[in-house]
């Protein structure tokens, strides 16, 4: 526990003292509440059994008092609670948010989108709980204990010695059952992040799933994943409902014994024991065994608690994690792309193998090939969305690898097939691509791609109208053309479209091809598209063919 603490030490340390103020507090409520059984004994004993009425009104008010102000100092300790556990779920959500936004395309594939969100949503509101609640629970059913145990054997030594023989008791229960409490629910949070990335992807492909009704099949899975979870946590609640009453019947069979033989006393006629001591004695009694069984049902509670905080530890890292930092920040204006000898493979798939081109600057390339044969990778490895296995690839000369990550991508536009749209205003996506961009630059964007202010104002969309749901409320066409429309406003000098006009007629295929060719003026370009017709402004085709990598002169 205290290295995943060190661990996530980061994300605490801003709101420390925060922390040591509302632990602080508790031990000042607890405080107050212990002394409330010794104020009534006294109004019992001194007050009401022998007479002494001139204390009656200031006993009234001490208790009146401390009651007020337990009642206050709780409130105030949930407030800094409160403000505790959002901050610091908050601030490990970013954290682990900006590791996972810096690993690699690799560690992507490899997990679930299902199973990264659940740790971003579920996992950080647990990690509170540890440094706070948890903490402050055992120090103050610690203290609650130790000073409550005092107490008793001051009022009747003899009854405090016969109510601490149930402590062994209590640990022996704990130690039986932790091992298997954790271990189920560590089973049960994993199923829960199983179906998570299952219901992630489902919802995705919506669409897929109507278009080959597949919804009972879906049912059916989400089904056999919840009976998973279901059965892992019903042994794990089992487990805590036998332990938590086990312990209840102990401590109301003490107390029940505790309570007749203190009764028995009154009736022998003892010195020691009076009905305010009794009601004192008792009332104290719970005081010992309620932190008692705290004490367990906190442990329970933490053993769940570091499930999650390993969960969220588990992305919480380096591992698999891009460099940003150092490297050129200086880009070529004019710059041509270089590969030498390129070996890569996705695992045991195989896709490229000692592959060599070079596209000198301001070059405009065709990419041809069937799927599967590497178009895909070599525009990934251009961008370094993955690094190559063996060989190197260059651009301006210098190995792509020695700039510096963000500029490298900066610099090079590449619109893929699929649309995607950030969930911010118009103009906010124009600013992630080109942070400069200026209120006409972007217009004129918008107007080459044949969404004119005047169209948009029809449609009452403005800059600042803000896109939900990959804009769902554009048509399919609209929204390439707004994918369009950013590469019009980018400056980077190399461009790589991925058959840029999918899904457009023909008639707008030409006239939004006429002003990409004046944008494209000066710039490196690749192409991907099968089917396109305007081959002559090419100045070669690269043709991709089962690992071989072939040049083709379209001018010459």
């Known amino acids: 526990m205290i290295e995943l603490l060190k ?23 607890v405080f107050l509440g212990l002394m409330l059984p010794l104020l009534i004994r006294f109004l019992i004993d001194e007050v009401l059994t022998n007479g002494k009425w001139e204390h009656f009104t200031q006993t009234a008010i001490f208790i009146s008092v401390a009651i007020c102000l337990n009642s206050l100092l709780a409130i105030v300790t ?32 490899s997990v679930g989108n299902g199973e990264i969100v659940n740790r971003l949503i579920e996992s950080p509101e647990y990690l509170p709980r540890v440094p706070s609640v948890y903490l402050e629970r055992l120090i103050t059913s610690i203290a609650t204990i130790l000073i409550v145990s005092t107490i008793l054997f001051v009022i009747q030594p003899l009854l405090a010695a016969i109510s601490l023989t149930s402590i062994p008791v209590f640990v022996l229960i704990y130690l039986k059952t932790r091992k298997v409490f954790f271990e189920h629910l560590q089973v049960a949070r994993q199923e829960i992040g199983k179906l998570s990335a299952f219901y992630t992807d ?24 919840n009976a998973n979870i279901r059965k892992a946590g019903m042994k794990a609640g089992y487990i805590g409902a036998l332990t938590h009453n086990v312990l209840k019947i102990v401590t109301q069979f003490n107390q029940l014994g505790i309570l ?17 001591t009794l009601i004192a004695f008792y009332t ?32 919480y890292n380096h591992d698999n994690e891009e460099n940003y930092e150092g490297g050129i920040i200086v880009f070529p204006k004019s710059a041509g792309i270089e590969f030498k000898n390129i070996y890569f493979a996705y695992g045991e798939n195989k896709v490229l193998s000692d592959v060599s081109f070079s596209v000198v600057p301001g070059d405009k390339v065709l990419l041809l090939g069937q799927s599967g044969v590497g178009k895909s990778t070599i525009i990934a490895l251009i961008k370094r969305l993955y690094d190559p296995d ?21 610099n090079i536009m590449y619109l893929t097939q699929d649309d995607y749209i950030f969930p911010a205003t118009i103009r906010e996506n124009f600013k992630r691509f080109n942070p400069e961009v200026m209120e006409e630059e972007i217009f004129s964007a918008l107007n080459k791609a044949q969404l004119s202010r005047d169209f948009l104002k029809s449609r ?47 008639v707008t295929q030409d006239d939004l091809w006429r002003e990409m060719k004046n944008h494209l003026d000066g710039k490196t370009l690749i192409l991907i598209d099968h089917n396109f017709t305007d081959q002559s402004y090419f100045d070669r085709v690269l ?7 072939k040049f083709e002169s379209v001018k010459n």
Request: hydrophobic share 40%.
């Open 260 to 276: 007749l033989y203190g009764a028995w006393l009154i009736h022998s006629g003892g010195d020691d024991m009076t009905i305010g």
């Open 543 to 549: 043709k991709c063919e089962s690992n071989e990598i």
């Open 202 to 225: 489902i919802l995705r492909n919506f669409m897929q799933v109507k278009n080959n009704v597949t919804e009972d099949a879906e049912c059916n899975v989400s089904k056999e994943r």
């Open 284 to 315: 104290y009694l719970g005081m010992l065994y309620s932190p008692l069984v705290s004490i367990i049902n906190t442990l329970n509670d933490l053993n769940g608690a570091l499930v999650d905080m390993e969960r969220y530890l588990e992305f």
């Open 78 to 109: 949930n407030i800094a609670y409160t403000h505790l556990s959002e901050n610091i779920t908050a601030t490990s959500r970013d954290s682990l948010f900006s590791y996972i936004l810096k690993k690699n395309l690799s560690f992507m594939n």
């Open 460 to 506: 009452n969309i403005d800059l600042d109208y803000m896109i939900d749901k990959n804009a769902i409320a554009f048509s399919g066409g609209q929204r390439r053309r707004l994918s369009l429309a950013l590469v019009f406003a980018s400056k980077a000098p190399i461009v790589i479209l991925d058959e840029p006009f999918t899904g457009l007629d023909r």
């Open 390 to 410: 063996k060989g190197s690839v260059l651009i301006g000369g210098k190995d792509i690898s020695d700039y510096n990550l963000a500029t490298l991508r900066k």
């Open 7 to 29: 661990k996530c030490a980061p994300n605490f340390k801003p709101y420390f003292r925060l922390n040591i103020a509302f632990i602080g507090l508790t031990q000042l409520n």
